[in-house]
């Protein structure tokens, strides 16, 4: 098992390159003409960068189950999926 440093040391210049482009990203929204004020999407990443900065090692979880739908036994009836017979 590798340690921490380890990982680190493999994965820091690849964590910056992602960080710099969410912040790139954002910042392209905020020049933008119009407003993203109150959209459901930028309060979900906002959520999402508030999880990744908690010091918790399940963060990956809480994520996926932040831009995750509950599961709906119904999923196939209410996309009008076909069912196997």
Known sequence: ???S?????????D????LLDVAAS???I???EGSVE??????LLAAGIAIIAQD?????RQIQHLFSRDFDP????????PTRN
């Open 30 to 32: 905020d020049r933008a």
């Open 74 to 81: 119904q999923w196939k009836q209410n996309f009008n999926m």
């Open 5 to 13: 440093k380890e990982i680190l040391d493999r994965e820091f210049l």
């Open 15 to 18: 964590l910056r390159s992602k």
């Open 38 to 43: 109150g959209d459901d999407r930028m309060k």
């Open 1 to 3: 098992m590798k340690s």
């Open 26 to 28: 954002l910042d392209r």
């Open 56 to 60: 918790d090692p399940d963060r990956a």
